[in-house]
């Protein structure tokens, strides 16, 4: 199931342009996506690299412009890459490794980049199938943490992510950067807490937390599926109130003297052991 998957619209081809200067208000509105307030009032976002325009084009997001360095149009994979986003509207802007520098604030950047256009799903779009397991994270921080969490929650199968409360934003820059595409592949759902709380009282399989104080291996946890994991907080971990809620709370052991494991990859370790039965090589 992809719930993300919508067919692709007719839409009118989109314009193709050559840009040479930095000053010109397209590549300023590109740049400006850095920001969350752009991002959040735009509704837009940007893939760096071919292989993310290529899996949005793929998973039928709509991808408003793609901006290719000017001579890399020859490549056969990149031309066919800019005609099928125009073919569905993108406009199409040639520019120079300099201007792709400034876009993407890196001294070797891409030769391509898409602007494409945020996706997430409605509360009422959560409907676990029996075998899944979904992933709550709580106010997590890290755009990092987050990318990260988004790639293997789509190596594992995963039904989607729900971010509870406030937190990172999915489609910044280094967010989208650590998923390495899994972005366009996972559901995404922002949650308040009274939302999830009210999501967590249907749920009809097992709602585990993950918690330094539990006294529970990870390994001898009851998975009952459709899984809810519940993760906690960088600095602060699991609220109270959400601990509450689970079912059960477990804790991955340390040998060693570190205080707990980062975010993701204790999201990473616990995803493997759930779906222990379901992935196989
Ligand atoms: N100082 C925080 C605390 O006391 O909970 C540490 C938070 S930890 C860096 C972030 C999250 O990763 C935790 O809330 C939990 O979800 C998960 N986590 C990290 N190490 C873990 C472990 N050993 N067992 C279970 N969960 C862990």
């Not at 650590?178 to 996972?186: D, L, P």
């Amino acid at each position: 199931m992809n719930m993300l998957r919508e067919e692709a619209m007719p839409r009118r081809p989109g314009k193709v342009l050559s840009i040479a200067s930095h000053a010109n208000p397209r590549i300023k509105s590109i740049r400006a996506l850095a920001q969350v307030k752009q991002r959040r009032e735009s509704g837009l976002f940007v893939a760096e690299g071919l292989k993310l325009v290529s899996d949005a084009l793929q998973q039928n997001w709509p991808v408003r412009m793609f901006i290719h360095r000017a001579d890399a149009i020859d490549q056969p994979a990149i031309a066919a890459a800019a005609a099928r986003s125009r073919a569905r509207g993108a406009d199409i802007l040639a520019v120079s490794g300099e201007i792709l520098a400034k876009i993407t604030r890196r001294e070797n950047p891409q030769t391509v980049v898409g602007v494409i256009e945020q996706r997430l799903i409605a509360a009422e779009a959560i409907k676990p199938r029996a075998d899944s397991v979904w992933i709550a994270l709580e106010r997590i921080k890290d755009p990092g943490n987050l990318g990260t969490i988004i790639r293997t929650a789509d190596a594992v199968g995963t039904g989607g992510i729900i971010l509870i409360g406030p937190s990172v934003d999915p489609f910044s820059v280094e967010a989208v950067r650590a998923t390495m595409g899994s972005i366009f592949h996972v559901p995404i759902a922002r949650l308040g807490d009274e939302h999830f709380q009210r999501l967590r009282e249907g749920w009809s399989g097992a709602v585990v937390g993950t918690h330094l104080s539990s006294r529970i291996d990870y390994r001898a946890a009851e998975y009952r599926e459709p899984v809810l994991l519940v993760m906690g907080n960088e600095q602060s971990g699991l609220s109270e109130a959400l601990a509450n809620a689970c079912d059960q709370l477990v804790r991955i052991p340390i040998a060693g003297e570190a205080d707990s494991l980062n975010l993701a990859v204790a999201t990473a370790v616990m995803l493997y052991e759930i779906r222990r039965n379901h992935i196989s090589l």
